[in-house]
């Protein structure tokens, strides 16, 4: 996992101008068992509210989502776009919320899954050096 997640981090330094030399020696390690991934329930706006609201109690959408154990780290909504939700879980767990998701959200939502990593550290780590470098 930790060398997927090196690749990737240097992919991101790469695209944002951080030269590999400098990527390779800073550790970003990730000191973590779980893994943040990002689920977008898009709302179909063929249906109403109304009817949304319906099918997601036929679906036992509140009792099924999120599955036990599953930790939110933010639920968003986005006005035009439906809900987006951060979960940290265990690899494990990646089944359990792929099934609670295709059992109680679909037929309601349109879904995206995506693996995710927090960035904001990073970013700001990169901002300060480019900082440091543009005042030399």
């Known amino acids: 996992m930790k ?3 090196r690749s990737v981090l ?6 944002y101008g951080v030269s590999l030399t400098a990527a390779a020696n800073d550790d970003y390690t990730i ?6 991934v990002t689920v977008v329930l898009k ?6 509210l109304t009817e949304l609201q319906q099918k997601m109690d036929e679906n036992r ?3 099924s989502f999120p599955p036990k154990g599953i930790e939110i780290e ?5 006005m035009g776009l439906g809900q987006v939700i951060t979960v940290n879980i265990h690899p494990k767990d990646l089944r359990t919320l792929n099934l609670a998701i295709e059992k109680s959200a679909w037929g309601i939502f349109d879904t995206d ?3 995710t990593y927090e960035f904001k550290e990073i970013a700001e780590s990169i901002k300060a050096k480019k900082a440091q470098n543009d005042s030399k």
């Open 43 to 48: 709302h179909q706006q063929d249906k109403s």
């Open 61 to 63: 959408f509140w009792q």
């Open 113 to 115: 899954i995506y693996p």
């Open 31 to 36: 000191d973590s068992d779980k893994i943040l």
């Open 3 to 5: 060398k997927y997640l």
């Open 74 to 78: 933010s639920w968003y909504v986005m």
């Open 10 to 15: 240097m992919a991101v330094f790469c695209f």
